[in-house]
DNA sequence: CTTAGGCACTTGACCTATCAAGCGGGCTCT
DNA sequence: AGAGCCCGCTTGATAGGTCAAGTGCCTAAG
């Protein structure tokens, strides 16, 4: 009789185990770690074995090793390179009906100037726009609007009025088998118009933070732009990052 | 005789070898690597080698491994987490000498609300404040503020209305002692005051993009926090990132 | 008492193996 | 001719080693 499930394999679990050994103070950052020839007795593998999961755990931040001396503690790594997804990265995955939102336009038209520019189509190229209206806590807060080129909109459920039940980026590559790889965020503040104003419900003289986020393939290709445009008074941005 | 430099490990060397040929279009992106075995006899090292090599240059994103099949070339990883480095990030590194500025104000005062509570101060609690406007093509485009808790700030050059020829980072390392672990950053948006506006130069009805940076070291203790504030007109944030 | 040497322990690099699992082409049997 | 099996190639995981280099302690010699 064959065992069906896969189990993981052993370098695998011993990371596992000394993260969670870790995390509960069992082995308290600072100390040292049992050498490796006690690790090798503790849980009856080999010297490779027991190297590869102490790799892992040093690339991941966990422990930090010195020669002659022996392994250390770190911690829980706490900053991979961003605590929380990126604000465009967040829309593109999350399934819109998480947050909840009105669809205020979903049509094809004149795609603005820095649109244009960042889907590498000609000024006053068409664009397929599809702008929500999200909400928090009963209140209207964010306006985000995605733009994708009409050759892509075409055989998405993008025109939908509904939220849709699926990520965009999961979307998107189901439908039409492209491949998302990076993205370029530009970040900058403007002066509302009187619609957007009116739309949000912001005070007077309080500016706009505006967020694009163009979505690329591996080849540099513009797939699509999320554009998020946050009152200020009521929104900030905040990211944690290592230092080199 | 023996050699006095250190030649990198050999599995090191191989790693650069098939960056090079990979660079180079020995290897193409989308082609398939040599196998193992063909490495090892071109080579004249063991597996573990080969595959330590490989399993570098896969972490990397150079190559992808298929079990069964062999290794893909994908190419020069483009986007490692961050092409260019944040901006709280650059104004903590670089001397104060590459960009050239005016320092404004150098002095010890009670922190505004955000700064201290950034920095775990009480509030109105007294910070050191270095401010500087930075100018590009002789403009004036930025104001710099470094903001110290006092207790960090004696025994620094911070008084000094010169340029730091140091970086803020190896000055503070140097001179106190801390280390530097990471970054908080926030963005926000808001109108200037009057005054900035006239240091500044900003047309009317014009909103500030305020960056703020508080570096922190790997217990949490928030070190220095660093504002930056843009003309939204003249400058953006722009930031690149692959995608999970 | 001080210092230099030696030894034990650590990690780092490297080697030769074995077995499992995934893939693909060719051979054989129907 | 077609279908299925098998074998060889690939990577993945793991075991058992050796040698080198760095660290720290202890001891013995001065």
New interface residues.
């Given amino acids: 009789m064959m065992s069906l499930e896969s189990v993981p394999p052993k370098y695998a679990q011993l990371v596992q185990t000394i993260q969670r050994r870790i995390e509960a103070g069992t082995y308290a950052p600072g100390s040292l770690l049992p050498s490796e020839n006690q690790l090798i007795q503790e849980f009856g593998v080999s010297r490779p074995t027991v190297v590869a999961a102490l790799r892992v755990l040093r690339?991941q931040g966990w422990i930090e090793s010195q020669q002659g001396k022996g392994r250390f503690v770190r911690g829980r790594p706490?900053?991979t390179?961003?605590e929380q997804?990126?604000l465009g990265?967040a829309y593109?995955?999350a399934p819109e009906s998480t947050s909840p939102g009105e669809v205020m336009e979903a049509a094809a038209l004149a795609a603005p100037n820095r649109i244009a520019a960042l889907l590498g189509l000609a000024p006053k190229g068409k664009a397929f726009l599809r702008r929500r209206l999200v909400s928090r806590d009963g209140e209207p807060t964010e306006l985000v609007s995605l733009w994708v080129p009409v050759e892509v909109s075409e055989g998405t459920d993008l025109t939908s009025a509904e939220p849709l039940p699926q990520g965009l980026?999961d979307h998107l590559q189901a439908r039409k088998g492209v491949r998302?790889?990076?993205?370029?965020?530009?970040?900058?503040?403007?002066?509302p118009t009187a619609e957007e104003t009116a739309q949000l419900g912001m005070p007077k003289?309080?500016?706009?933070?505006a967020v694009y986020g163009a979505?690329k393939d591996?080849s540099g290709t513009a797939l699509a732009v999320v554009e998020v445009l946050l009152p200020?008074d009521r929104?900030?941005?905040?990211?944690?990052?290592?230092?080199?």
Same sequence: chains 1, 2.
């Fill in positions: 690339e706490a900053l390179s961003a997804p990126r990265q593109l995955t980026r998302f790889d990076h993205v370029v965020e530009q970040i900058t503040a403007r002066m003289n309080t500016p706009l933070l979505v591996a200020a929104h900030e941005l905040e990211d944690a990052y290592p230092i080199s």
